[in-house]
């Protein structure tokens, strides 16, 4: 009897289909082939997702022919992939597109393979070189160049210069054989690391690792939260624990923040694991990352680190899971399908059958409340190593400093004179702003109009270098008006307000002519070794103020800073999101840990307009504690995670009285489909109203149960055409 594969096309269906399995390719598909398929009248590629004994369909067409050797998608990652697409309510291709990378998946992706050359016995016997040496002078500088073993033949030709024909030459003669060998692209090529032992452990970390390696042998806890202030060590555990998953025969995946996955990073953990380690960086050439996928594939590798996508890494027999910086808000992929690589992570612990080990110096609500119910354990680190001291906080308002200067200065007195004492020091300084730019937006002082992108909903942003202002969200771009453009006003000073990095760096040249100053945010990062560059002469002590926003908040450690200012700290606290104060709170102790890492003890000055908000003063106070449980409070009244689930549904369009309609027609038909607990609010316009010309409108669907929300709007899709 004919067996039935079930293909899921790469074409956007979301669905699967059937076909026959041809009795020649019986033995070689499995789930996870790659397959050629008829499709309609042309062909298609696809991935078995399964197999089955009957089909409801009649008049099934066979697979074409298998594509590659061995299946490229384990039966693991594919079904982690069909459970991410229902959950996350994505079409399922899409899900098995993003566990496989593009340069794995893509067709023409292959080895780079080279002739290699390799010396023979004959090559090793002196009386026959010497001989050879007489007559042919060429060929025998091809065998002293051999001296030490093969070398691949473009290397020789160009090295050594030695012409192809000298080498066929020698082939004959016997002295040499060629053949084809694959080599390994890699980024890291040159760059050597010196082996590191592990450190023994303090009495905090030890009693943390023993939990881990717990979890790890039993499943019991099967998720650890590891809870530990910066510098108390975490990356020591992850270490050592990875440590014990190897002596086990077993494998690792290691998620970290992508901007944190510095040389830095990548180095700790090549001096601990060398060429186990395989890198999936983004910034990888497409080969490289190839390679490094198929080092993993295979088994050559057996620890992958890389940002969120490494959690779908091939990982044979894999032992554990470790997500660094477990609360960061860059595990999330901001487009279908939305996943948070925290959770997928928790969910392919749970699937494999591995351990999950997330750490944070400031943990989620949600993980934290996983600990709560008892769903994971926690392990806390209170201490820095050494018992340094975290840095003192100080919080200055920004409305008594307009009052007592007269105006409002982007530096405040008391931060103006912390960095002068640190200068006088030679001790370091970092500066935090969340925001690029040289000024948030054009104002104007008379009437208040506003410049705003024409096609979006936002304010643009000024430019200085440029002078021109740009639209953040779709990219347009124009002249600096003369005038306010409100044709009413046309005020002549219509200029900027707020501050951005450019208009910070500029004050701070002008204050301090004979600093080092170094800005860094995406603008000025645009070369891809700029970031390293910078931190680079920073740490070496050629910078002494580092201005920057978010990229400089993470998981950097320079010994040299006693002094972080955060130049306004309200940005993030009025972003529409319900998460506002948790980030606030998270940022603060983020870019506070970058003080004092060295012998000396470090201080943090924050200038705010709202310097009682609660995220502020937990900041200040060193208080998760209390600011999660009054989080947790307000979130419980409202229904918002961890104790309910939230879809957000987005309609977009040109006409908008069409797309709140459509909204308005949803809602009903949610209402009559939907349980009766289930909140719908909406249709409202989003937060972003308006972008690159269409109207957006958006409905919040909460439930206790993700059940309960996913299937309706799901359902919905087709029929009202929504994104
Ligand atoms: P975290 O990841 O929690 O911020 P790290 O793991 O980076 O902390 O540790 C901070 C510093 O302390 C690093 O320089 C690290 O090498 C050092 N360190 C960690 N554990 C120990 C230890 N047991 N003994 C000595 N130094 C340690
Ligand atoms: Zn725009």
Redesign the pocket.
Same mark, same amino acid.
């Given at each position: 009897m004919n067996r039935i594969a079930r293909v899921l096309v790469d074409l956007s269906l979301d669905r699967e289909f059937d076909y026959l399995v041809p009795e020649e390719l019986a033995e070689e598909l499995k789930v996870g082939s790659r397959v050629m398929v008829p499709f309609g009248r042309r062909q298609a590629h696809g991935y078995i997702v399964g197999f089955a004994e009957s089909s409801s369909y009649p008049n099934l067409k066979p697979v074409r022919k298998a594509i590659g050797k061995k299946p490229l998608v384990e039966e693991n990652v594919l079904n982690l992939a069909r459970w991410m697409a229902d959950y996350y309510m994505a079409p399922v291709e899409q899900a098995v597109r993003t566990v496989l990378p593009s340069a794995v998946r893509d067709v023409a992706a292959r080895f780079k393979e080279v002739n290699v050359v390799t010396p023979t016995a004959l090559a090793r016997d002196a009386d026959a070189v010497a001989a050879l040496r007489r007559k042919a002078a060429m060929q025998a500088k091809v065998i002293d160049a051999l001296a030490s073993g093969e070398v691949p033949m473009p290397q020789l030709t160009e090295r050594f210069g030695a012409s192809p024909a000298a080498i066929r030459a020698l082939e004959k003669k016997g002295f040499v054989t060629i053949g084809r060998r694959v080599l390994r692209r890699r980024a890291d090529a040159g760059h050597e690391v010196l082996p590191a032992l592990p &450190?023994? &452990?303090?009495p905090q970390?030890a009693e943390a690792l023993a939990l881990v390696k717990q979890a790890i042998d039993t499943r019991k806890p099967p998720v650890v939260l590891l809870f $530990?202030?910066?510098?108390?060590?975490?990356?020591?555990i992850y270490l050592q624990a990875i440590d014990h998953v190897l002596r086990e025969g077993k494998g690792c995946i290691v998620l970290v923040p992508e901007i944190s996955l510095t040389p830095q990073t990548v180095d700790r953990f090549r001096s601990r694991f060398g060429d186990t380690v395989a890198v999936l960086h983004s910034e990888l050439s497409s080969g490289e990352r190839h390679d490094e996928w198929h080092r993993i594939h295979e088994g050559a590798a057996r620890i992958a680190i890389g940002p969120r996508s490494a959690v779908f890494a091939p990982v044979k027999n894999l032992g554990l899971i470790v997500v660094d910086e477990e609360h960061e808000y860059s595990y999330k992929q901001e487009e279908a399908p939305r996943y948070n690589a925290r959770d997928v992570a928790v969910m392919r612990g749970h699937r494999d059958g591995c351990a999950v080990l997330l750490?944070s110096?400031t943990p989620s609500l949600e993980s934290h409340y996983n600990v709560l119910r008892g769903k994971y354990a926690l392990a806390r680190?209170p201490h820095r190593? !050494?018992h340094r001291k975290m840095p003192v906080m100080r919080i200055v308002d920004m409305r008594q400093e307009m009052e007592k200067e007269g105006r409002l200065n982007v530096l405040s007195r008391d931060l103006m004179e912390g960095i002068q004492s640190r200068l006088d020091r030679a001790e370091q300084t970092i500066l935090f702003l969340n925001r690029r730019g040289f000024s948030t937006s054009l104002v104007c002082p008379t009437c208040g109009t506003v410049a705003k992108c024409e096609n979006c909903s936002v304010s643009m942003t000024y430019h200085k270098q440029t002078n021109r202002l740009l639209c953040h969200i779709c990219g347009a771009e124009q002249p600096v008006p003369e005038r306010c453009p409100n044709s009413e006003c046309g005020d002549p000073a219509f200029k900027y307000s707020g501050i951005g990095t450019q208009r910070v760096e500029e004050v701070l040249r002008k204050v301090y002519p004979k600093a080092k100053i170094e800005r860094m945010d995406s603008d000025t990062m645009t070369k891809k070794d700029a970031y390293r560059k910078t931190l680079g002469a920073f740490r070496g002590g050629q910078i002494d103020i580092l201005l920057g926003t978010q990229m400089i908040a993470k998981?950097l !450690?320079f010994p040299g800073v006693t002094l972080v200012g955060v130049v306004q700290a309200d940005l993030s606290l009025h972003l529409p999101d319900f998460r506002a104060g948790e980030r606030t709170f998270q940022l603060l102790t983020q870019v506070a $840990?970058r003080a004092g890492r060295g012998d000396l003890v470090g201080e943090v000055i924050v200038q705010t307009f709202t310097p009682f908000h609660p995220a502020i003063q937990a900041a200040r106070t060193l208080d998760y504690d209390g600011f999660i449980d009054q989080e947790l409070e307000e979130r419980k009244e409202l229904g918002y995670p961890p104790f309910g689930h939230l879809v957000c549904v987005t309609l977009r369009g040109k006409q908008e009285e069409l797309v709140k309609l459509t909204g308005e027609t949803l809602v009903r038909r949610l209402q009559e489909q939907l349980d009766k607990t289930v909140r719908i609010g909406g249709p409202v316009p989003a937060p972003l109203a308006k972008a690159r010309g269409e109207f957006r409108y958006q409905i919040m669907l909460r439930a206790a149960l993700t059940r309960q929300i996913t299937g309706a709007p799901k359902r919905n899709r087709a029929r009202f055409q929504v994104a």
């Open positions: &450190l023994p &452990l303090m970390q $530990g202030v910066t510098g108390s060590g975490k990356t020591e750490g110096a680190m190593v !050494d998981g !450690d $840990g």
